[in-house]
Structures are given as C-alpha cells and as structure tokens.
C-alpha cells in the first residue's frame, strides 16, 4: 500500500481527483488525459458508475431504506431519485464479479500509468451514488475490492458492517476510509464531529463527511466542525460544504484541519466540485503552512 497522502496530519490539503468512467475502455481513454494533467495527489475511483452496479443491487427494498433510517445522531440523507431496478435471479453476483473484474483490471492500469495512490469508491443510491445495493450485497463487494489491495477504499459509515468492513481493510493493510454524505441538509457542528468521532471508534483510519448547505451559516457549521475535531478526533478528518454555496471549504478547509479536497481533474462528481488546477492554484496563493493551533480551553 502506498502511503497515503490524506493520512496524516500535514500542512496542505491533499487534492484527491474522482474518476467516473463506466467501462474499462473508457478508463484506458482517460490515461493520455491522467498522464498530462497536473495537481492531484491521490485518485479516487468511483466504481458505482460502471454500468454492472448501475444495474445491479435491491433497490427500493427494505434493506435499502434502512440504510437511511439509521444513526439518528445525524439527518438522513434525500439522495437523487432515480427509477428503481428489480433485479433477476443472479443479477447480484453477476454484477459483483463484473465489477471486481473491472476494478482489478482498472487499478493495475491506474498503477502502472498513473502512479499516485488510488482509492476505490463504490457510492450507492442513499449516499447520492449511482450503485443500488442492500447491506449484504455491499459488504461483499466491498471485501472483494479490499482483496485487491487498493491504497484505500471507501466505506459507507451507515452501513451495518461498516465498522467490520473497515477491521478487514486494516488487516490487509488497506487504508479506510469511513464516509458520509448528506445531499438535502447539514446537521449541527457539534453532531459532525460526534460523527467524526464514531468513525475513528469504529476504526476508521480517516473520516469524511460531505453535505449540503442551506445557508451560509452551515458553510460556517462545516468549518467550526472541522475546526473542533482538530482536537477532539484522531484521525484525519475531510469535511466537504457541497454545492456553489459550499465550494469555499474545498479551497479553504485545510485552513480548519481538513486532511483533502476534492477536485476534478475530468469531469466533477460533486455539486460545487472545481478542477484540480484551479485548487491547486489557490493553495499555491494561501502556501503550506500548518493552520493556526487551536486555542486552549479551561
């Protein structure tokens, strides 16, 4: 495993650059373009755009709003509606082992032309995602990606294995990365870095939160949570605002003690998400240096 350059508390924000291709073929376009651009430090793979998860999983069934219902400490999220997908007998495995298939052959490519360390994203449908899969259907598939031995893979916080899935990353040394998202509110600061804090309990070795804003004051909510898991958590946090409105904290999180930004370096898979160039440009202006330390409490 490649060390990662999100995974420790360092001065600049590490950029971290989705990818979103829907077949293998697509990704093999998209190395000239990877090759000749600059700014990343880490790619993410978003395997739920390939067309097998797109298709594959139960939607719409109980298992799948569950995943909504839980952790009350937090809102749930209203992800983007899409039509549900009943799947055949077979349906399931077939699309897990095309996926995997896919995810093996991608990252060797990823490695061997690329080089920068790359995590493995499978979002789903009540993430904001594109995949439609249960709690089991997940969780198989995300120990089939940490089998492959990618530098770090996304874990959906909500899920009920979430916190076995990430025991299983670290004992093969894959980095995990617990995440949640919230595409219709932000919760409070202080119920973010709760959250924050039960994902390094959890054994996450980072934790992310991305949501949507309403105001400029859950802006400010992002970067006052931020600002207090600095202290209060362990582990790297990246904590994203979405939408226009939100897109200062991809710029000026790593000021509050955001470990990563995420920027495009083809084509954005977020709301608000800019290029990679243009963040890189700004944290050139604002420099390395560490964020201010936090001010003692009594």
Known sequence: MRPLPFAGRSGRPAIIAPLQPRSID????????????????????????LAALRLGGAAGGPEHRAVEQRAPQVHTV????????????GDEEASRSAA???????????????????????????????????????????EGLVALGPDAVDIEFRRADAARLLARAREAGVGGVASFHDFARTPPA?????????????GADVAKFAVMPRSRSDVLAVLAALDRARTRVGVPVIGISMSELGRATR??????????????????????QLSAAQVGAVLDILGETE???????N
Do not use: K, N
């Open 26 to 49: 697509e990704l093999a376009a998209l190395l000239p373009g990877l090759e000749a651009a600059a700014g990343a430090d880490a790619l993410e793979w978003r395997l739920d755009a």
């Open 78 to 89: 209203e992800a983007p509606t899409s039509e549900p997908h009943e799947p055949r007998a």
């Open 100 to 142: 995997l298939e896919a995810a093996s052959a991608g990252l060797a490519l990823l490695r061997e032309r690329c080089g920068l360390p790359v995590m493995l994203t499978v979002r789903t449908h009540s993430e904001g995602g594109m995949a439609q899969l249960d709690d089991a259907a997940y969780a198989l598939l995300v």
């Open 190 to 202: 202080e119920r973010l870095v709760e959250l924050c804090a039960a994902m390094e309990g959890a």
């Open 251 to 272: 710029l000026i999180g790593g000021d509050f003690g955001s470990a990563a930004t995420f920027a495009a370096l083809v084509g954005a898979s977020a709301p608000g």
């Open 291 to 297: 964020p201010p330390a936090a001010p003692p409490t």
